[in-house]
């Protein structure tokens, strides 16, 4: 299975990889991670790549081959989409981060819903308000908590809960360990809420 994540400096795009790669260890999956930065440190654009299972070779998932998308960052998001296979699972943090650039004038930011229609067309799009839970569980430094919470729920990660939860504990501050796991499990009732959305509307 091919996975990537992408967002911006400070998403925590980083902190949520090494939280799947040593999950997927503790399960005895095999795993490959590649990290590309950007020139900021926080601003940036950052992107993860991670391969699991036994027949994973090299770091980078090829173009077209990537299972799933975990976003967040929605212009990020779209960025990526070159690495998707067709049909793949795109889950997205709704929340913008606009750039200097755009902020100076300098570029434009499109709209959000530009965006996740153009995303929609092509893939099966989870759209998430991950930031806005994040700051629910009590802080919005959790954004990448709650989507990993969302990613464990839509069961596309042949990696258990637990070993996903265990984990967290052992990569956030002792005194953070309640807010992500309450982080997580608001993440997990998103998707469930979106699924029903999605049933509802079949």
Known sequence: MNV???GVGGNGVVLTTRI?????LRD?????????HGLAMRGGTVVSHLRLGSDAKGVLVPLRKA???LAFEPLEAL???RFLKRGAKVILNNQTYVGVDAHLGLSKYPEVCDILE???AAQDIVDVPASRLAIESGSVIMTNVVMLGCLSASKELPISRDSLIDAIKSRVPPLM???NIKAFELGEKAFQDWEKNVVCQA
């Not at 799947?20 to 997927?24: F, G, L, N, Q, V």
């Not at 005895?28 to 590309?36: F, Q, S």
């Open 28 to 36: 005895g999956i095999k795993v490959r991670v590649g990290e590309v």
């Open 79 to 81: 960025r990526q989409m």
């Open 67 to 69: 299972d799933i998308l």
């Open 118 to 120: 153009k995303i929609e």
């Open 177 to 179: 360990i309640d807010s």
């Open 20 to 24: 799947i790669a040593e999950a997927a």
């Open 4 to 6: 990537i994540l992408c």
